[in-house]
């Protein structure tokens, strides 16, 4: 998301001695030359956050909204070159201190706020789990001193997965982007300035313009390079983005770019419109990107940025321009601050649901506290005398003091939490080591536990819930990995059978259960695991690098099991998996298929499945609801949250040497699905079981393996 940069636009970059004035010495000089407002630049700003809001609040209508930040990228791009190249050459120089003053002024005030707000939200574990402050605290840590994006590449997130529980302030990594580049272009700039007055006989502005072109087209490269082998952190990595800002650059310091031709304006206005379009409906988190798929909607952006021409009302330009999309592009800044951290908390909060009557309400207020922000906060402490009348430093060691508190109060809501953090790891160590008889899903597979689900203790606690999950990372394939990681637990004896567990994240979930039966019963277990990729013969639905990388894996998974087969084979896969429905009369019927072919390299060489039907999906995660309510008002519908038709079973029925495990009667009734089943805790979060509750399956597993092997 690009800072809010509300200052107006140039538009004679190509004549900036013009109108040169001279400025106070107290001041920046970054607006020596006066210049025109182009409306419909802020309107762009507002389609912008509005695909990125929209796209938050409900992904799977506009999977590609993610593609606002990139327009923000360029916007920033636009401006600030085109203000710092005016001062550049109408005083020779850029006053950094002063620059980098106003940088602050205009966004650490907002940005700071809703910091604060979210450090104090982490401190109440009614609101947020405990099992998540130390990551929240991390993060808040790392977006007030605006390093968030490579916390985020160096803790491999994967922004376009929605899988797992994100912080409050993730949304952070392009603020934290944007002000690196805050600091960087200038210091481009003024070095190519200084190059073009030493070596090139004063052509400052062709060298500066030749400088940011070479650096952005390397930083394309790199972009396009680097998300092809490890898309996750080539998200958020700032040279890998700097292109996008260089691309606006080029239209501030080339007039030619922009288009003031009626019917060329109008043309090039509504293309890149549509590019924009296109891409929030098209994209998904399948799409490799940023890289070379980036390109389209910065292209489009850039577009909409030269199509200058306003005379006709039907013209983008002018559409742009209305009211209310002024309106959105003036609190745009304040609106994304707000809108993630509201989606992650609602939740929790007692009495909020998920209702698209609760949405659109929580979208609302949104835009009701994004106002109030600009108004109460961006635009006072912009101009506020107190920091403006003084030198630059007097405003930057203001803001350094700023952080320092928002730091200081997310350090507090750490300290205040520290000890129950501390209880609920040991808590869960000794539940994992010594679990209370008739526990879990003993409580309705053991006749002699009577059948109980729930009482008033819950292990692990809903708040500690989230960090009961596999240690293994390294034993799991990211989305886009291509090549099978082999695992290998258990027994290293010669003659020990072997145990393959395969799968996607649904595998992986009982990772932990697995390697302690293949520890107890002398068995060594074997691991090929990759997220949303489960074993089957049949393409998935997503197309692009995401779907080719899963079919890459399939087949060398297959190839490692054909050379050297196991003697039992345990497989998951989570139900809800879309896959390609040509050939066949569904996407159903397409998956039944798949699974049995995949499994059939296997049974046609004597070699036994297991599998099993896929556990209950939430909407959301059930320990938001356990934290604040009773464990009963937590139940879901079981028509909701359980798939009827896991293809999993049909494709196991009547198959030889394939057996089905089916524990839905342990999740659910006739009727509801439960978060809590014989005091455990069963969910990690909306679809993930905590290993603790799989540690309660483990004597079915084992009794399942032991028949398939001894068949």
Not at 102 to 124: G, K, N, Q, Y
Not at 190 to 212: K, P
Request: with cysteine.
């Amino acid at each position: 998301m690009a800072a809010a940069e509300h200052d107006s636009v140039p538009q004679r970059l190509d004549d900036p001695a013009h109108a040169v004035r001279r400025e106070p010495v107290g001041r920046s000089p970054e607006h020596a030359e006066p210049s025109r407002f182009l409306p419909h630049v802020q309107g762009l700003r507002a389609i912008a956050v509005l695909l990125v809001v929209l796209y938050h609040f409900w992904p799977g209508r506009l999977p590609g909204g993610y593609v606002g930040v990139d327009v923000f990228f360029v916007i920033s791009g636009f401006l600030i070159t085109g203000h710092l190249m005016r001062e550049l050459t109408a005083t020779g120089t850029v006053r950094l201190g002063q620059f980098w003053a106003r940088r602050a002024r205009r966004l650490l005030p907002a940005s700071l706020l809703v910091l604060l707000v979210c450090a104090l939200v982490a401190a109440s574990p009614y609101l947020m789990p405990v099992s998540g402050l130390q990551r929240e605290i991390s993060e808040i840590l790392a977006s007030t001193f605006y390093v968030e994006n490579w916390y985020l590449a160096f803790t491999s997130a994967d922004y376009l997965n929605h899988a797992g529980d994100p912080s409050m302030v993730q949304h952070y990594w392009s603020l934290s982007l944007e002000e690196q580049f805050y600091v960087l272009w200038p210091l481009i700039m003024l070095f190519a300035a200084w190059a073009g007055v030493r070596w090139f006989g004063g052509r400052t502005r062709r060298v500066i313009l030749i400088t940011l072109a070479v650096v952005s087209a390397a930083s394309l490269v790199f972009c396009i390079v680097f998300t092809l082998t490890d898309p996750a952190p080539a998200y958020f990595v700032t040279f890998g983005r700097m292109w996008e800002f260089g691309l606006g650059a080029m239209l501030a310091l080339v007039p030619a770019l922009r288009i003031r031709n009626a019917v060329g304006s109008f043309l090039l206005g509504w293309a890149g419109i549509l590019a924009l379009v296109y891409t929030a409906f098209r994209f998904d988190a399948s799409t490799p990107f940023p890289g070379y798929s980036a390109l389209l909607p910065a292209l489009g952006a850039a577009a909409v940025i030269a199509a200058s021409n306003s005379e006709r009302w039907w013209y983008p330009t002018r559409l742009l321009a209305v009211p209310p999309m002024r309106f959105t592009g003036d609190i745009s800044y304040s609106l994304y601050l707000w809108h993630w951290p509201l989606i992650v908390i609602a939740p929790s909060v007692p009495f909020w649901g998920l209702t698209i009557y609760h949405r659109v309400a929580l979208l609302l207020l949104c835009f009701v506290l994004a106002w109030l922000t600009k108004r109460f906060v961006e635009d006072p402490f912009r101009g506020w005398k107190v920091l403006t009348a003084r030198p630059a430093k007097v405003s930057l060691w203001a803001s350094l003091v700023a952080m320092v508190l928002v730091a200081g109060t997310a350090g507090g809501a750490w300290a205040l939490n520290a000890p129950a953090y501390r209880e609920g790891v040991e808590q869960l160590a000794e539940l994992r080591e010594s679990p209370p008889e008739c526990f879990g899903a003993a409580s309705v597979l053991d006749p002699s536990c009577g059948g109980e689900r729930v009482s008033t203790a819950i292990l692990p606690s809903p708040g500690f819930a989230g960090v009961d999950k596999p240690a293994d990372e390294q034993c799991f394939v990211q989305l886009n990995g291509a090549e099978p990681v082999v695992c290998e637990f258990g027994s290293d004896a010669a003659d020990a059978p072997t145990v393959a567990l395969i799968g996607d994240s649904h595998a992986f979930q009982l990772l932990p259960t697995f390697q302690r039966i293949a520890q107890e019963n002398g068995w060594r277990l074997v691991t090929y695991v990759k997220g949303a990729c489960p074993w089957s013969a049949t393409p998935l639905a997503t197309s692009g690098a995401f779907g080719d990388a899963c079919t890459q894996w399939r087949e060398a998974v297959t190839a490692d099991l054909v050379a050297d087969p196991p003697d039992v084979v345990f497989t998951a896969a989570i139900a809800t998996t879309p896959y390609a429905s040509a050939g066949f009369a569904s996407s159903y019927d397409a998956a039944v298929a798949g699974y049995r072919e995949a499994w059939s390299t296997m049974t046609e060489a004597g070699v036994p499945i297991v599998t099993v039907v896929d556990n209950p999906v939430w909407e959301t995660d059930p320990n938001k609801c356990l934290r604040t309510r009773d464990v009963a008002a937590c139940d879901g519908a079981r028509a909701e949250v359980l798939v009827a038709e896991d293809p999993l079973r049909e494709a196991a029925e009547g198959q030889e040497l394939v057996t089905l495990l089916d524990f839905t009667d342990v999740f659910c009734d006739e009727d509801s699905c439960f978060p809590v089943v014989g005091n455990a805790n069963v969910y990690r979060d909306q679809d993930h079981l905590t290993v603790t509750f799989a540690d309660t399956l483990a004597p079915a597993y084992t009794a399942a393996l032991r028949e398939a092997m001894g068949r």
